[in-house]
């Protein structure tokens, strides 16, 4: 099958993951991969982000399947369960509120920027390398908080990917759990309508 331009989207996924480790503004680059699924989703009412332009999921597909660095098990159920989707978005919101809650206090004059990625929610690591150019300090904050999201959400799909299917990541992606959540309200707006039409 003759290959199409969003085949190749996995470049961007992880050039945009290289150019981030070496200057942190390009950090800012990823909010298009975090409104473009759900704008796809409220407007066209699929998940044909998730299904054909999503970088990560095709990385995830190059290393796991055509690498072979994938055992390719089946997901277990628990991942796949309501309970762990839902659980993990709350969780991945409450991690990314507290991001912006710190980018408000460098914003406001009461934190200090804090040049460091937050890597699994847990680990600091030193990235003053990466502060590259005089900005505002909040524009840097927000940067460092959100590459530290998407650093996190990336090794967390490898991990997943090394123990099971090439594209596990993407059974529990907060990304997809919230385009599904949009097209299931789409859909049962919808019928209605649907069903007045025929009456």
Not at 38 to 45: F, Q, S
Not at 64 to 81: A, E, H, I, N
Not at 88 to 98: A, D, G, K
Not at 149 to 178: A, E
Request: positive net charge; hydrophobic residues 50%.
């Amino acid at each position: 099958m003759k290959k199409k331009w969003y085949d190749y989207l996995w470049i961007v996924s992880l050039a945009y993951l290289v150019l981030g480790f070496f200057n942190i503004l390009f950090a800012w680059l990823g909010l298009v991969c975090f409104f473009l699924p759900l704008l796809i989703a409220a407007i066209g009412g699929s998940k044909a982000y998730c299904n054909r332009y999503c970088g990560r999921g095709q990385l995830f597909a190059l290393v796991g399947g055509r690498f072979g660095l994938s055992r390719k098990k089946d997901v277990p159920g628990w991942l796949r369960s309501k309970a762990f989707r839902y659980g993990f978005l709350l969780f991945f919101f409450t991690m990314f509120f507290v991001m912006l809650w710190n980018t408000y206090l460098v914003f406001s004059g009461a934190q200090e920027l804090r040049q460091a990625v937050k890597l699994l929610w847990v680990f600091h690591l030193p990235w003053r390398w990466a502060y590259v150019g005089n900005v505002t300090p909040w524009v840097a904050q927000f940067a460092f908080g959100f590459y530290s999201v998407m650093l996190t959400s990336t090794i967390l799909g490898f991990i997943t990917m090394l123990f099971f299917k090439p594209r596990s990541w993407c059974v529990y992606c907060p990304m997809g759990t919230m385009t599904q959540l949009i097209c299931k309200a789409r859909h049962h707006h919808s019928i209605p309508a649907e069903s007045s039409e025929k009456m």
